[in-house]
């Protein structure tokens, strides 16, 4: 039914918007590194004063060390 479909993809434009592009796309590309290259975890450098890098990491729950005060490693175990 026309009404469904269209509801239905509604919903999942909320909870695309609710969760955000850089999330989804960060969630496909850790996906993609794992099945092409086989790793089993990411080690990535983030400036500790870039925010938005680091709210967008912190929604995967990842293991945090602090290399220095202006330097934040973070920790991604595949597959999420």
């Known amino acids: ?4 479909a269209i509801r239905r ?5 909320i909870r ?5 592009y850089g999330f989804k ?3 496909e590309w850790c996906s993609w590194v ?3 290259y086989g790793y089993s975890r990411l080690d990535i450098l983030i400036d500790a004063e870039n925010e ?3 709210r967008l990491f912190r929604k995967l729950d ?6 220095d005060s202006d330097v934040l490693e973070c ?6």
């Open 1 to 4: 039914d026309l009404h469904k």
């Open 9 to 13: 993809q509604r919903q999942m434009c």
């Open 16 to 20: 695309d918007r609710n969760q955000g």
């Open 25 to 27: 796309l960060l969630k």
């Open 34 to 36: 794992h099945e092409v």
């Open 52 to 54: 938005p890098s680091i």
């Open 62 to 67: 990842v293991k945090w060390d602090s290399k």
């Open 75 to 80: 920790h991604i175990e595949l597959p999420l």
